[in-house]
Structures are given as structure tokens and as C-alpha cells.
């Protein structure tokens, strides 16, 4: 049996890689080799080798090969060489050298799934949807993720300059930075107003579930759990798979699932639920074992967006699933796909792959694959709307993995919709020359300019979902839902009306 790390992550972090846990697939019985393909690969490495324009070293061609062999499987699948394995490694210890951005690949460079806080591209305000395209003045299109995740790699105190593409930027916006050692704080904690709290997870690593039980211990003595907790989960992107079971385990009873796992083989196919054997990995994490009884009855709202990923999914879904929270924000990213990074032979070197292996599905049997955890409150990011930059899901991204049902809903979807007709040509219209054009009808402009929303830093007081939820935790008559009374209404301040459920114990 190989043994290797589950991840439940966006994607890859320049300076490092986000992963997780601790189990690995089965050796597969022999399977027939394909003749024809290996026929094929062998005839096309010959004519690599004597006629590309100049030598190519046979580990470059191998390493290629190997590469696209993985890549061309799905978003996140790749190959680990060296530098990329000890950087996953690192990433998962909270601290890694580089800029602190989560990115993915894109046909023009690099997309910006989140910057992560408190880091370099943090305090550039580089903002989730932004598409790097250049590195240094070097276009980045023609290149693989991982050459330019190596790119924004460096020394610390080293300089670099990206240049990016932004929704509603007249054009290119050239940012320079510093790299640093990114230490990333995973948990951060603070006590809001009339007795709630509030808790940010920016990244789930190692000792994410120990520092999340220390921060709700610390808020409890202060008398800041009585009314309610608001849990942050934006811009997250996700971790490693242990310490999302563990952050559940903080609210939920003890033993209950919170998700399950389902792949080709036996060893993929796995339920994990709120017992320490499902996410105890380092000592302190006993700490959310001996939680008080307040965590697992207090109201919880748990903010998502568009870039709340994987790990972070995993929990808003267990949550939402057992009706021990009021998802509040927008739509989710919609990874529910797990990879396993398998350590590979290299001549002494340590190379990995991280291959997809299964996906996952909250506790009531949903994949949220492509799909995303939908809120039951939908608050924009302000009053004035969404920052409208991260347009990107994971739908959005080529060769994603679709479930299987709603690939064939939508097969038959498209089989049975009917051919659209044909528009109206456009007038042509021809001059004294004889040249002839086409006449495009002129859009009219608005009249009002709209109003761009207010940037703001999560658990700032200007956070308009952050004041939606604290304004919710006021509203909820929080007796009447502990006792399983009827459903209610409320209103919140931004006029938005919502049906409050009950709470289950």
C-alpha cells in the first residue's frame, strides 16, 4: 500500500502547496498494457530526440511527459519534483517562503484564487480573481503552473513585480512586491458586541483545530459565546482534511459525520466523523475534546464566498447538513474532489504526485463538485454588491470533474433542447469606394455611474457581512431556537428577510 497525504485544497500557493492527512490508496491489481499508446509515446519521443532544433536532455522529456500525463487529467492533479514536495511540506507547517497567494491556472497566466492574510500580496491588495499574466515582465501564458508558482518563489527580501488584469480595471496594473517567509496565522480571534464572538480561519493546517479550540476557550471566559458566534471562512481555501473534521468537531457531537469520501478503490471510499481517531494528529488537538458544552449549543453563522474552498466547503457543509449553522455570504468555489500525494522513486531525490483519488460528500450525501455550498442567506460582499474580481469556480476551470448524475442530467438536457433560431443579420451598409460594413446598433451608456463597493479587510468595522451577521445573531430569539420552536422571519439591517430555522442539538 502507498502511503501518501490527502488534500482538500483550491490550489497552489506561490511559495507553497495546501494539503492534508494521512492515508493513501491500495496497489491496484496488474492491469494490460496499452501496446498501441506506448507504440505511439515511444515513436514521438524518437522524433523529439532527432529532430527538435536543438538536444533535449532525456529526464527534461520524462519529466514533461510525466507532467502532462497529470495534468491533462484535471485541475489538480499534478507532478511533484523536489523543490514542489518540500514546499507542500512546509505549506502545511504554517510557514513557507514567497508572496502568499492561492492560485490556479488560467489560459492567460495565473489566477488569483485568494491571497492569503496578512502576507505581501495581502498588503498589495492583490484581490481574489486577479489574472497575473507577467512575472517580472515575462508573459507567462505558454508556461505550466508549477514553472510560474517557481517564478513568485524566491529569497526573502527579494523583489518582484507582477503584472495583473482586474474586472473592471481600464487596463494592466503593474504591483511590486517583497518576498517574505510567509508565516501564516491560521486562526485569529476577537470579542464582538452583546456577547458573541468572532473566529477567522484563513488556512487549515496543522494545528488549526488546537488553535481554534484555544481562541473559542478564551472567548467563552470572556463571556463572549453566550449570544453567538460568527465563524469566518472567506477567502479560505482550504488545508488539510484533519483539521476541517476537527474545526466540526468543535461544534458538533461527538461522533457525528461530517463527510464522507468515494473513489475507485477501497481504501477511498471512507466516513469521518467528530471522534479524535478522525483528527488528532499533534497532542494539543485533545484540546477540542474538552471544549465546554456552550460550543456545540450556541447560534453560529459561518461566512463562505466565492473563494471558500474545499476544507472550508467541507465544513460549512457538515454544519449546514446537521442545521448547527446559518451559512450567510455567496456561493462557494465547489472543489469536492480529495488528491493524495503519493512519494515517488527518483534516484534519491523526493518527488511526489498528487493525483485525485476521490470525491467528497457532505454528511446528508451532497456533492458539492462544480456546484458550491449555497448559502442560506445570501449577503453580497456590500451594499452596493459583490467586489465583482473573483468570478472563477471551479465549474469555470477546464478538465474539472463532474458528478456523475449531473453530468448526465446534463446530456439529456442538451439532447432535448430544441436548436436555436438564427438572429436577424446586421444591416450592411456600403460607401462611394464600394467597401462594404457591417452596421452595429450603439449601445446607449447609463446614465448614472454605479458606485463601486468599498474594499475592506475581513473582521474590519466596516465588514458589511460581518455587521449582517452580528445583525442576525441580535434578531435570533436564540431561547426559542434552542427549544426546536416553529421556523421564524426576521429582517436584518440591509432589508434582507430570512427564514430562521430551528437549531437541532
Known sequence: M???LLLVSGGMVAGALISASLAGPAKQGASILPLDEIRQFTDVYGAVKQFYVEPVEDKKLMKEAISGMLSGLDPHSAFLDEEAYKDLQEGTAGEFGGLGIEVSADPSGVKVISPIDDTPAARAHIRAGDIIFKIDGKLIKDQSLNDSVKMMRGKPDTNIELSILRKGSAGPINIKLTRAIIKVQSVKSKPLPDGMGYVRISQFQERTSSDLANALESLNKSGNLKNGLVLDLRNDPGGLLNAAIGVSAAFLPKGSLVVSTKGQIEDAKKEYITSPKDYQVVREDAAVEKLPEVTKTMPIVVL???ASASASEIVAGALQDHKRATIMGTQSFGKGSVQTVIPMRSEGKKTAIK????RYFTPSGRSIQAKGISPDVEVKD?????FLDFDIREADLSNHLEVPEDKAAKDAKK??????????????KTDASGITEKVEPVKAKSETVKKRPKFYRYGDADDFQLNQAID????VDKEQVSKNAKASVIELESGIKMKVEPVKK
Open 415 to 428: 439532447a432535448s433542447e430544441k436548436p436555436k433560431k438564427a438572429e436577424a443579420p446586421l444591416p450592411v
Open 2 to 4: 502507498f502511503r501518501g
Open 472 to 475: 442576525y445573531l441580535k434578531k
Open 304 to 306: 463562505v464566498n466565492g
Open 382 to 386: 456590500t451594499a452596493e454588491g459583490n
Open 355 to 358: 493525483l485525485t483519488t476521490a
